[in-house]
């Protein structure tokens, strides 16, 4: 593994939070860069880059353009609304076995099911990427965040974990 790339959405901000702290996690053990979907994106292919992508759940799954709307039209989110990990996930290429992780963050309440992570997820796997580690969530309080406390911290966690596990996946193979 020669650097990991971690792909956000955010509207509100907490997302590209987390993204940054996973890649606090995740550059104690390689090069990692953190790009917003609608930045300039680095090469996100190869077998020698770990992939990790993440963003807001929005109706029970990851935003399509009317959602973002919503976000910014109802909830105050600053905009503009952009686009999301679906449209990075569907411009990828069928990856023949490379690693990849992925993160959401969502409202902690009992019985809201759905989660942006693991349907981008699935999308990765039928992509044919390596899933290192389960899709994992973070939470925040409420449509605009904040994050719940230590969340920032479990993600940095959660980055250094991903780092651990992609190098020894990488060492047995
Ligand atoms: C249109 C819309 C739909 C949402 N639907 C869900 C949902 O189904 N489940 C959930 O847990 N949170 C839902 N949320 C809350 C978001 O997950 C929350 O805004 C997000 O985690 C904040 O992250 P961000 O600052 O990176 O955008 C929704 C938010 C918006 C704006």
């Given amino acids: 593994m020669t650097r990991a ?3 956000y959405e955010s509207m509100f901000g907490n997302s590209k939070a987390v993204a940054e702290a996973i890649a606090a996690g995740l550059g104690e053990r390689f090069p990692v860069e953190v790009v917003g979907v609608d930045d300039a994106r680095p090469s996100l292919t190869g077998d020698d880059v ?3 992508i993440g963003g807001p759940t929005h109706a029970f799954s990851m935003s399509r353009a009317t959602t973002r709307d ?11 609304a952009g686009s999301g990990i679906r449209d990075v996930l569907e411009s990828l290429p069928p990856a023949a076995g490379a690693p990849a992780a992925a993160f959401d963050t969502r409202v902690k309440k009992k019985f809201v099911p759905g989660s942006a992570a693991s349907s981008a997820e699935k999308r990765l796997r039928k992509l ?4 290192v580690v389960p899709a994992e969530s973070f939470w925040v309080a409420d449509m605009s965040g904040p994050l719940l406390d230590g969340e920032l911290d479990r993600a940095r966690a959660w980055g250094a974990a991903l780092g651990a596990a992609v ?4 060492a047995t193979e």
């Fill in 5 to 7: 790339v971690v792909v």
């Fill in 167 to 170: 190098l020894g996946s990488a």
């Fill in 70 to 80: 919503s976000a910014v039209q109802q909830h105050g989110a600053p905009g503009p």
């Fill in 128 to 131: 044919g990427y390596r899933m």
């Fill in 50 to 52: 770990l992939l990790v």
